[in-house]
């Protein structure tokens, strides 16, 4: 069998050329977390079941038990027990959903279905697959996302006009009605709807199963022909370490070059892999496009902002300074400045994040947090912040890294303590309104003022804005050059005074040329 790294296919599923393209198939295993027993669970109480029937003997163990059901000949074979015993205890379809009901009912998700379901409602994995009975997937997924849910055949045929929307499939039916595949018989036969409907998932992009046994023949045929018949981007089999593969997987991973067998520790390890994943490359994402934004205009000449950017980043060149801080009054431009300087210099370094405390008060914890997200670490001791600080400053020590701390107005003690520990080689550019009460604090501390724009800078601004409004455009053109001169002097270099008085003159009706 081949066999894959499972980080390998996680960052498959992760990569965001591939989202929607993998579809999941979900089998009893992926419940187990949440309380509910696996097939071999269920199928250890219904032999216990029947050998009370025929037994006063309430103390038996399990031995025991095995052993007269094989003496009685009523188990032919490991992988059709839990068929037969069911069928043996409850022969109804009604009976048997009767007798599963307990089993199913009042659990709640995992953490690991929560996991799974960001990543749904991210439309990272829009098609879902289980052979389970529960509702723990509606319960999580569907919280977070519109979730379509098809538990039989016929339904299979009305999903055509939700072809974007997350689809979960119900291959074996819900326990809430009696359409249930339990036995042999009932399992035989796949709808041929949902057959081609997984068919598809995997003609058209990749397939991952875990948490599944791979006993069910008609489940395992249909995997198998769609292997066959090719899968694009892989079929990947995730076993639980220390498990046995059943026949028909291994069948399965030799029927096709596309098929891939991996081993992870249980579906909760891997569900919470792909979150952090998928929020890490999204984090990343996000880092990259605040740095290049363009969107919104930003002037630097070179007597001017310009000049400011060359000191901030002759300051974090410096050795003796671990912490640079960009001072100044609100909406002087800070983060846009600080994002320059970010840009321009963010070759030197290994790796850099981007940390905002706006609208927060940021602690030191939500610095260990986004640097685990953005950067190449891994936080060994998650339930213990002093241990996951020192790994992150032993991190920081080894590998060159620029943090850019922005909006640290309202911060906690904790974050200041973290700066003034930052070892070199690696570098922290923080933007506040005001750094009297961490400067005494962070003795390697460097402190550069904005002090605002000049003022062709801000008639630079200006140009820029009336560009991108129709009506101030109209306006600033109605008025006398003298009055835009006057814009410029009340807005003193500071771009957040101007904004406001640009808001009044493009709401207002009386700032045209005097007659």
Sequence with gaps: MRQIDVRVVVDL????????????????????????????????????????MHHRDDAASYDQVELWLSEEGLVQSPDTAYSDILELI????????TFL??????????????????????????????????????????????????????????????????????????????????TQGELRHLGASQAAKLQRACAQGG?????????????????TAAARA???????????????????????????????????????????ALNNAITRTRSTIRVERALTDNREPFVAHKDGVQTLIEKLSSALAAPQSSVVCLSG??????????????????????????????????????IVDECHLQLPIRNPNPDSMDRSIEHLLSHLETVPTLLLLDNLDGVHSSVIDFLADLPPPSRALVTMRDARDVRYR??????????????DEMAELLSLWVQRSPVLGRKIGNARPEDVERLLVASN?????????LDAIEHSSTYRRNR
């Design 442 to 455: 962070i003795p390697h501390l460097w402190e550069i003022e904005h002090t605002g724009l000049t003022r």
């Design 230 to 272: 090719g899968v694009p981007l892989g079929l990947y089999w995730l076993a639980r370490r220390g498990d046995p593969v059943a026949s028909m997987v291994q069948d399965l991973m030799e029927s096709s070059t596309s098929c891939h067998i991996a081993y992870i520790e249980g579906f909760d390890d891997f569900a919470a």
């Design 101 to 182: 009901e307990p089993f199913f009912v009042n659990q709640k998700p995992s953490p690991a279905h929560w996991a799974l379901a960001k990543v749904v409602e991210a439309r990272v994995i829009k098609d879902l697959y289980t052979a389970n009975f529960d509702t723990l997937i509606e319960q999580s997924a569907g919280q977070l996302t519109t979730l379509r849910v098809v538990s039989y055949d016929e339904q299979v045929a009305g999903t055509g006009d939700f072809e974007s929307q997350p689809t979960l499939y119900k291959l074996h039916g819900d326990y809430l009605f009696d359409r249930l595949a339990n």
């Design 13 to 52: 599923i992760a990569a965001p050329e591939h989202a929607g393209q993998f579809a999941l198939f979900m089998g009893a295993g992926c419940s187990a977390g949440a309380g509910i027993p696996t097939a071999d669970g269920i199928t250890r109480e219904a032999k216990y079941r029947l050998y009370r």
């Design 207 to 223: 397939l991952v199963v875990v948490g599944y046994s791979g006993r069910d023949h008609s489940i395992m045929e249909v995997l």
């Design 329 to 366: 009054l609100p909406g002087v431009g800070k983060t846009a400045t600080a994002r320059r300087v970010v840009a321009q210099i963010v070759a030197r370094y290994t790796g850099h994040a981007l940390i905002s405390g706006k609208d927060r008060v940021l602690t030191v914890s939500d």
């Design 493 to 501: 270099g500071w771009p957040e005074a101007m904004v406001m008085l």
């Design 90 to 97: 409850r022969p109804t379809p009604r009976l048997r959903r």
